[in-house]
């Protein structure tokens, strides 16, 4: 083949490098071995696109239920890491609170798990929200609209996103026109619906009225829900009510009030860094790095290698040590830039498949695409560094 | 040593220099007191036995490896102590010819040429592209400028090579067996070229050889044995 005709990326780089772009014409004279590092350093940005997907769903999907709720500070048993181990907590201490400076409503909310039969024999579990419909612990419109309906005996609003169900209908159900859903030998009236959608433990909410919840759940007690959300009068300070509600419950030591962020941020931290699933999530992302790591530096140590004498002329002509790591850089960075554009189409596209048959809340974004392409290349470059210490066996004195 | 005369300015100076490879009892001595003057505007041949240290010799003046004993002068600067950031430099005045010619096979022989000119960077990079060509073809390679080396024959190749080390006007040209894959026209023109460098332009050229056609066309033939310089002539056709 005549090189007579230059490629563009040649010229561009010869452009952006000042110099002839030898790490690209290297790279591109071999396409065998171009594909392999393009495919090796596409399958670890996709394995860690991937993990940080599942990651991202797992955080996500821990906040979808706290970002459901309508409260700037929340009051919960002192021991509560996360919404499925929040144990009760004294009623009296909601009483307590609203009674603090500030506190305009003080909602209480029992939680509660259930297992709902399919007929194939499957099981989807429900989060159970118990709370008072005559007051407004979660903000969602729909819910607010609805929820009046939940005063009536038995009524729940369903979960219109729970996972692997018939949604046809829940979506149906009209508060004239309920749909019967047998839950421990209960039936429950699915009076109408809303959307918030399953995590990694839950397949989908169900709301109901404290006293509906407490016949769903007969050993548990009014006077023991599991959170306080607490709503406060317009003007005052979250930081200087949630030090007022600490003071006062500093002696009783049962309970811990914390922003609606904090309990956030917390129940993810103890989800990642806790729960087996976390710590997968998070090693996944490390073997990718390193699966990444060795296919480049195999590819850039085998081209060091294989241009040895090349370089070792090019030493001896005076060509000093940094241009030769600048060539494997240049072929470390361009590995890394080709090789992540795969790695995001196939991961975006596995990313509306997982939430297309799982619910879970998995989309692509910038900062994640952005992040894992400056891994790509970073690790890119450390292979690349490490494969550099190749070149110092390239010794001029041998060529003669 | 023959005395030189009606020639150039000293470019090579060596003075007592010995080397050794290895430490202890693996050490080997392969040059033993070695002094000679070579001269700019000459084309001097290197000649011996495998082993007899011309290759040795031929790294030290070219600045590729340590002078540990005695001396090097290269175009007037003392190579014993240098650094290797000093050697780096030195080697920047020179042009190499090794015998195989290590041509980067991803690169057109116009771009391989380039390498050659690139070294010094800046004005001497804008030139490159006259220059590489020009010298390619008065090497017989003007249809061959845009091929890679897998597409050229030995020689071509070897003649790219030449053409990589004397694109930068080197002051000094080190060459090994530079004629040993070439055909016997394609030899003489490659050692034509070599000695009108030497005479248009004052050129240094060292060339370790067994080439009966170059050893006729050499001004002076050094010949080494064991490590030591046993005869240096001057060639009639030097004259």
């Known amino acids: ?400 | 040593m023959a005395a030189p005369h009606d020639v150039g300015p000293v470019s090579l100076a060596v003075r007592g220099l010995q080397h050794a490879f290895g430490l202890g009892e693996a050490r080997k001595q392969v040059l033993f007191d070695i002094d000679l003057d070579i001269h700019a505007g000459e084309l001097t041949v290197l000649m011996g036995a495998s082993g007899s240290g011309k290759t040795t010799l031929l790294t030290l003046m070219a600045a590729l490896r340590s002078v540990e004993q005695g001396s090097v002068r290269l175009l007037g600067q003392e190579l014993c102590g240098a650094s290797e950031a000093q050697r780096v430099q030195m080697r920047r005045q020179l042009g190499f010819i090794f015998q195989a010619h290590n041509l980067h096979e991803s690169l057109s022989a116009l771009q391989n040429v380039r390498l050659g000119l690139a070294v010094h960077g800046g004005e001497a990079a804008q030139a490159w592209a006259q220059a590489g060509a020009h010298l390619l073809a008065q090497l017989g390679l003007a249809e061959r400028l845009h091929h890679v080396p897998a597409q050229l024959s030995g020689g071509q190749k070897q003649r790219v090579a030449i053409a990589r080390a004397l694109v930068g006007n080197p002051v000094v040209v080190l060459a090994d067996e530079p004629t040993a894959a070439l055909d016997r026209e394609s030899a003489l023109q490659v050692v034509h070229l070599l000695k009108a460098l030497a005479r248009e332009r004052g050129t240094t050229v060292v060339m370790v050889t067994h080439d009966s056609k170059v050893l006729a066309l050499a001004d002076r033939i050094l010949t080494m044995e064991q490590g030591r310089l046993v005869d240096d002539r001057r060639s009639a056709a030097g004259f």
């Not at chain 1, 929820?147 to 508060?175: K, W």
């Not at chain 1, 300070?237 to 914390?258: M, N, Q, S």
């Not at chain 1, 103890?270 to 990444?292: D, E, H, K, S, W």
């Open chain 1, 1 to 400: 083949m005549s090189r007579s005709l230059r490629s563009w990326p040649e010229l561009w780089l010869e452009r952006l490098l000042g110099r002839l772009p030898i790490g690209w014409l290297q790279l591109s004279h071999s396409r065998t071995r171009l594909y392999a590092a393009l495919g090796g350093v596409s399958f670890a940005s996709l394995l860690v696109l991937m993990q940080l997907g599942f990651h991202g769903a797992l955080l996500g999907s821990v906040a979808l239920p706290y970002r459901a709720m309508d409260a700037q500070l929340l009051i919960s048993a002192a021991d509560m890491n996360t919404l499925a181990d929040a144990s009760p907590l004294p009623r009296v201490r909601l009483l307590q609170a609203a009674a603090v400076p500030g506190v305009d409503q003080v909602s209480a909310v029992f939680l509660g798990r259930l297992d709902w039969r399919q007929p194939d024999g499957s099981v989807r579990a429900l989060d159970v929200l118990g709370f008072d419909p005559s007051e407004t612990p979660l903000h969602d419109v729909e819910i607010r609209r609805q929820q009046g309906l939940l005063n009536l005996a038995d009524t729940v609003l369903m979960d219109a996103r729970t996972r692997h169900i018939d949604a046809a209908p829940v979506l149906a159900a009209q508060p004239d026109a309920t749909w019967l859903l047998e839950l421990r030998a209960r039936s429950l009236k699915v009076a109408g619906h809303f959307a918030i959608g399953g995590g990694f433990s839950a397949d989908g909410y169900l709301l109901a009225s404290d006293q509906t919840f407490l016949r769903l759940f007969p050993n548990r007690s009014s006077g023991a829900p599991n959170l306080g959300l607490v709503q406060l009068q317009a003007g005052a300070d979250p930081a200087v009510v949630a030090a007022l509600l600490r003071e006062r419950f500093r002696d009783a030591g049962d309970v811990k009030v914390r922003s609606l962020d904090a309990v956030i941020a917390d129940d993810q931290r103890f989800q990642t860094t806790q729960r087996p699933i976390g710590l997968i999530f998070g090693f996944g992302i490390v073997i990718g790095l390193l699966v990444g790591v060795v296919i480049v530096y195999q590819v850039l140590s085998s081209d060091v290698a294989d241009h040895l004498k090349e370089y070792a002329t090019l030493k001896a002509i005076g060509y000093p040590q940094r241009f030769f790591l600048g060539i494997v850089f240049e072929e470390a960075v361009i590995l890394g830039l080709l090789g992540f554009v795969p790695g995001l189409l196939i991961a975006s596209g596995l990313y509306a498949v997982v939430a297309w048959k799982t619910g879970l809340p998995m989309a692509m974004n910038v900062p994640r695409a952005g992040a894992v392409l400056l891994g790509t290349v970073a690790m890119c470059a450390l292979s690349g560094a490490i494969a550099t210490r190749r070149l110092a066996r390239a010794n001029p004195a041998e060529l003669f």
